[in-house]
């Protein structure tokens, strides 16, 4: 859920209703906190505020913020602790246990499989579908994910550990973590036990990206999969998020198409132009990583280049071995003259690649928080969820500059600001007998 950037709606100090109602949400949530924890959690006098954002998908969320770190975040009425709480009180949720190189993929945005899921000897914990829970790994009782349980205890013992776990909604090291003060987990030391492995690695949900992590293994106690035992310490590499390594590409790779590469280069291979190109166009002090960003793989990044910008083409000139045979230097800048047809084309193709139509009623839109920020007025951000297709593009018109294009044989066509008056000729009468023309909205200026 926040694996990318968040919308923040508004940022208050809590009201004393507000703060007596929160504590006696948090205690009916997690009664095993103490009357003292629940003191500390949500104080009588400390500063702790409200902060209502919009995530990356249009799903409204609350924030409860305490000391500038967010201590708790409510979803459709459901209150659930942020890493930073259960740092600090890590036995509030029942905690199911992974492989510390699982958590790269849940950092990313994966959902936690069962056969990722390592059972002790005391087995899994006791939770039904939906129930809150918490994620850690073998090494550290730290949770480093919160999410809900997509079945029951006794569902994944009978699924014979397979299929979704939990369904993770906020992981150390994603945008919610990156609102605090970006502590590191702390040393949570594992109870004594013997380990038992259910599956491997493999039980993640696919298409997760994430961070490098490292492994220092200390003993062979409890090997795991891969050689990991259930002494290794782990430790993330804070790498820079998918979101800047995607923008550091993007920007590499449009230097590299104007300063370093030449028609006469062309066909170029795909691997040539990122080793000897892109990457002498990477800003210094910054390194080029492409298995950190959200495509992961060249082909991809140069596919959407070309699918969705148009900027290169990619043909398979030999086996197995891409080149890119064709460069667009004339792409349009950001700017450019659009006719209403494009702009109507461009929003529609945008809804639809983002699943914005409303399924019950195909002749509305949900609006997401980038159409929120750019076609509501800030009275209607409560208010409107959804537009009608012809409501959504008539915003879209008029929130764009208008402007006239004109056009002579032979010459490039001069474009202006605004839209431009027609030119109204009539004709009067002077005098007795003498009839005059007269021009309205005439600008000889406009013209050469």
Known sequence: MFTKAFRVKSNTVIKGSDRRKLRADVSAAFPSLSADQLGELVPNKEELNIVKIYAHKGDAVTLYVLQKSPIFFQLEKQLYPTVYTLWRYADILPAFTTWPQVVQKLIGGADLMLPGVVVSSTGLPDVHQGDCCAISVVSNRAPVAVGTAALSSSEMISSAMKGKGVNVLHTYMDQLWAFGDKTAPPVIPVADGSVQVEGGVEGLDSGGEGKEEVMKCEGEESEGPRGFTAQCTLTLILNPFTEQMDSLLFQCFLHALKIKVKKSELPLLTSTFLRKHMAACCPKGKHLDIKKSSFKKLSKFLQCMQKEHSLVRVKELSKGVDSIVEVDWKNPEKGAVLQASEVRTIITDYVKRNDLVLESNKSYVSINPVLCDCLLEKSEYQDVELLKWEDLLSRVLSRMQACH????????????????????????????????????????????
């Open 405 to 448: 294009q004109l056009l002579f044989p032979g010459q490039v066509p001069v474009v202006r600001k605004g839209q431009v008056e027609p030119i109204d000729i009539n004709v009067a009468s002077r005098g007795s007998n003498k009839k005059v023309s007269q021009g309205l909205h005439y600008e000889p200026d406009r013209f050469p």
